[in-house]
């Protein structure tokens, strides 16, 4: 069973950092498309950003210049570096990944538990 877990959130002043991080557990054989999305309180959830295996990536106009997705391919992992972080970034973030658990299987979309982000004015 593959698991995505997070770590990384926190409480920050408006204008703080904070880095985000995601790794499956289980059994994995390839991964495509890995993201992170977030969902604030009375919103939809939204892609923020997206990286291919080739590090390809895609970024909300909202967070263009401030946040950076990167991946680590050899150790599977995603991260979401967050500069001049603003109240509106308040969410909770989720990380998302294309995965192939097996060799004769297909891609499948995984989801984290999410971790919250505060950005306090």
């Known amino acids: 069973q593959v698991q995505l877990v997070e770590s990384g959130g926190g409480l920050v002043q408006a204008g703080g950092s904070l880095r985000l991080s995601c790794a499956p557990s289980g059994s994995i054989v390839s991964i495509n498309v890995m993201g992170w999305y977030r969902q604030a309180p009375g919103k939809l959830r939204e892609l923020v950003a997206s990286?291919?295996?080739?590090?390809?990536?895609n970024y909300v106009d909202s967070v263009k210049g401030r946040f950076t997705i990167s991946r680590d391919n050899a150790k599977n992992t995603v991260f979401l570096q967050m500069n001049s972080l603003k109240p509106e970034d308040t969410a909770v973030y989720y990380c998302?990944?294309?995965?192939?658990?097996?060799?004769?299987?297909?891609?499948?979309?995984?989801w984290g538990q999410g971790t919250r982000v505060t950005v306090s004015s």
């Open positions: 990286i291919t295996r080739g590090g390809n990536t």
């Open positions: 998302n990944a294309e995965i192939r658990s097996s060799y004769y299987g297909t891609f499948s979309a995984y």
